[in-house]
């Protein structure tokens, strides 16, 4: 059965740093999405993607995020100079249409920013 | 201002005991609900899509149900490997899915 991929499953950074987390969706879907989940509260959306560009953001995507779709395959978030709050598991989902079509979520990437 | 309120927080349920998590919502204009199941550490498991008021869907032991307020996952003579927390989900309009905070259950032998 086809699911989205991420690399890494844990990233540890300093303050300051930039971080690029990367993810494969499924492979027929044109519809790309970032959520977060900071530990212990529920999962918040950041970004959609499609026709790479982005069809809708968050107030909490703010400068220091943006998303790429360098190649085919891959989907990346980049967050340029990570605060301690960055802190969570960032899920990258993907979906064969818009919504209310269902996302498919990926494992996600634990970021701990020091 | 919560959109979508999810309860109880946490339950605890014996193998074989049958129960429902809640799932209220508060949008105008919604276009789906969605159910999902989360293991500890992982990522969202789609589970249904309720589009409709009086939609039900049903998946081995779990049934969705919808109003126009409101939604249920009844869970129908639990197993432990049911144990996971079970988050609700609305969109009402562009891209996002909107997530309660998610209903944390426990299934014991």
């Known amino acids: 059965e086809p699911e989205v991929t991420q690399t890494p499953s844990h990233q540890v950074t300093q303050m300051g740093q930039e971080v690029i987390l990367r993810c494969v969706p499924i492979?027929?879907?044109?519809?790309f999405y970032w959520y977060r989940q900071i530990l212990g509260q529920k999962v918040e959306f950041l970004v959609s993607?499609?026709?790479?560009?982005?069809?809708?953001k968050s107030e909490i995507f703010d400068d220091q995020f943006s998303v790429e779709r360098p190649d085919g395959s891959n989907f990346t978030l980049k967050i340029r100079s990570t605060k301690l709050e960055d802190s969570a598991m960032y899920f990258c989902?993907?979906?064969?249409?818009?919504?209310?079509?269902?996302?498919?979520f990926g494992p996600g990437t634990r970021l701990t920013v020091t | 201002e919560d959109q979508v309120t999810q309860s109880p927080e946490a339950l605890r349920l014996q193998e074989g005991e049958s129960s429902s998590l809640n799932c209220s919502y508060t949008?105008?204009?919604?276009?789906?609900l969605f159910w999902y199941r989360q293991d500890p550490g992982k990522g969202p498991e789609f589970l249904f899509t309720?589009?409709?008021a009086g939609e039900e869907k049903e998946k081995e032991r779990l049934k969705a149900t919808l109003t126009k307020k409101e939604s249920f996952l009844h869970i129908t003579a639990p197993k432990p490997e049911d144990s996971a927390t079970y988050l609700c989900?609305?969109?009402?309009?562009?891209?996002?899915?909107?997530f309660g905070k998610g209903t944390s259950l426990l299934v014991t032998p």
């Open positions: 989902a993907s979906s064969q249409d818009t919504p209310p079509r269902e996302q498919y």
């Open positions: 492979s027929n879907h044109l519809y």
């Open positions: 993607f499609y026709n790479n560009e982005i069809s809708e």
């Open positions: 949008v105008s204009g919604l276009r789906g």
């Open positions: 309720l589009y409709s």
């Open positions: 989900a609305v969109h009402n309009s562009g891209y996002a899915l909107n």
